[in-house]
């Protein structure tokens, strides 16, 4: 098959290496055209200087941008790549983006008989550099075969989880469940901290009973050593937080914890801290701390 990937940021550039290291003829595409040149450099393939030309003659275009007017822009803009995709191609967008964009995207890729997969993914940076992203898909049977293939090069687990939209609502759900979790554990470290316990002896030995987590076996070491400078960036999961947070007034459901750790992330932010990882909400907790 013939490759495209829109979009090579934090989490693009690597998910595209996956796909030329594993044989796939590709080309790819991103705003900064010296980062594809780069790209090129290092994995091969090709790039080309607009969207609708690195789409050109494409089994599979692959997009990972930044939010839905992103999407919206690089897909049916302006040389979008919509413009040069062939009937019977598929596009997987792997932006976070809202449900509502998703069955968009799918309407009006089908009028021109291409396919369509919302494929938000959860892993981070260092999922997306291991080829160990899980995906989660929204979309055809059908297409998601056809794209497994691809897929398969930089994900350790990917699911079609109904029709078109429902990869980003579980996308949302991902984002709920990783907000609580990250604020009990800024809550715990900094409750231990000024105890007196030891930190790095409490999460050896808490993270072996039910207070396990990703985010302690990943996280715990970095916060508290008072290190934020990586990871998934705060700015990155306001946004995320606030489309599952419009999702739920559509459809009623309650996100009181989540609204309340969207505002300490806008706390952090207002402190400097929009690029800081996700896991520096201990930061609003422990600054009188010493």
Same mark, same amino acid.
């Given at each position: 098959?013939?490759?495209?990937?829109?979009?090579?940021?934090?989490?693009?550039?690597?998910?595209?290496?996956?796909?030329?290291?594993?044989?796939?003829?590709?080309?790819?595409?991103?705003?900064?055209?010296?980062?594809?040149?780069?790209?090129?450099?290092?994995?091969?393939?090709?790039?080309?200087?607009?969207?609708?030309?690195?789409?050109?003659?494409?089994?599979?275009?692959?997009?990972?941008?930044?939010?839905?007017?992103?999407?919206?822009?690089?897909?049916?803009?302006?040389?979008?790549?919509?413009?040069?995709?062939?009937?019977?191609?598929?596009?997987? !967008?792997?932006?976070? +983006?809202?449900?509502?964009?998703?069955?968009? *995207?799918?309407?009006? &890729? /089908?009028?021109? $008989?291409?396919?369509?997969?919302?494929?938000?993914?959860?892993?981070?940076?260092?999922?997306?550099?291991?080829?160990?992203?899980?995906?989660?898909?929204?979309?055809?049977?059908?297409?998601?075969?056809?794209?497994?293939?691809?897929?398969?090069?930089?994900?350790?687990?990917?699911?079609?989880?109904?029709?078109?939209?429902?990869?980003?609502?579980?996308?949302?759900?991902?984002?709920?469940?990783?907000?609580?979790?990250?604020?009990?554990?800024?809550?715990?470290?900094?409750?231990?901290?000024?105890?007196?316990?030891?930190?790095?002896?409490?999460?050896?030995?808490?993270?072996?009973?039910?207070?396990?987590?990703?985010?302690?076996?990943?996280?715990?070491?970095?916060?508290?050593?008072?290190?934020? !400078?990586?990871?998934? +960036?705060?700015?990155?999961?306001?946004?995320? *937080?606030?489309?599952? &947070? /419009?999702?739920? $007034?559509?459809?009623?459901?309650?996100?009181?914890?989540?609204?309340?750790?969207?505002?300490?992330?806008?706390?952090?932010?207002?402190?400097?801290?929009?690029?800081?990882?996700?896991?520096?909400?201990?930061?609003?907790?422990?600054?009188?701390?010493?």
């Amino acid at each position: 098959m013939k490759v495209a990937f829109i979009g090579l940021g934090v989490m693009g550039y690597p998910m595209a290496g996956h796909v030329a290291k594993a044989g796939f003829d590709i080309c790819v595409y991103n705003r900064t055209q010296s980062k594809a040149g780069k790209w090129v450099q290092e994995f091969g393939g090709s790039w080309q200087a607009t969207p609708a030309q690195a789409a050109a003659d494409c089994d599979v275009v692959l997009s990972c941008v930044g939010n839905d007017e992103d999407v919206k822009q690089v897909i049916f803009g302006d040389e979008g790549a919509f413009s040069a995709m062939k009937a019977g191609s598929i596009l997987v !967008d792997h932006t976070t +983006a809202s449900a509502n964009l998703a069955r968009e *995207l799918e309407s009006r &890729l /089908a009028a021109k $008989k291409v396919g369509f997969l919302d494929g938000p993914v959860s892993g981070g940076q260092a999922g997306a550099e291991n080829g160990a992203l899980t995906v989660m898909l929204g979309g055809d049977q059908e297409n998601y075969d056809k794209a497994l293939p691809i897929i398969d090069c930089y994900s350790r687990f990917s699911k079609l989880l109904g029709p078109a939209g429902n990869g980003q609502l579980a996308k949302m759900v991902n984002q709920i469940c990783i907000a609580g979790i990250v604020q009990g554990l800024a809550e715990g470290l900094d409750f231990a901290r000024r105890s007196g316990l030891d930190g790095e002896a409490l999460i050896e030995t808490i993270s072996k009973g039910a207070a396990g987590s990703w985010q302690m076996e990943n996280r715990s070491k970095t916060m508290l050593a008072d290190q934020y !400078d990586f990871g998934f +960036a705060v700015d990155w999961m306001r946004k995320d *937080l606030g489309i599952a &947070l /419009a999702q739920a $007034k559509e459809n009623g459901a309650q996100l009181p914890v989540t609204a309340i750790v969207d505002s300490y992330y806008s706390e952090i932010q207002s402190h400097g801290g929009g690029r800081w990882d996700t896991s520096s909400l201990l930061t609003r907790l422990s600054r009188d701390a010493d």
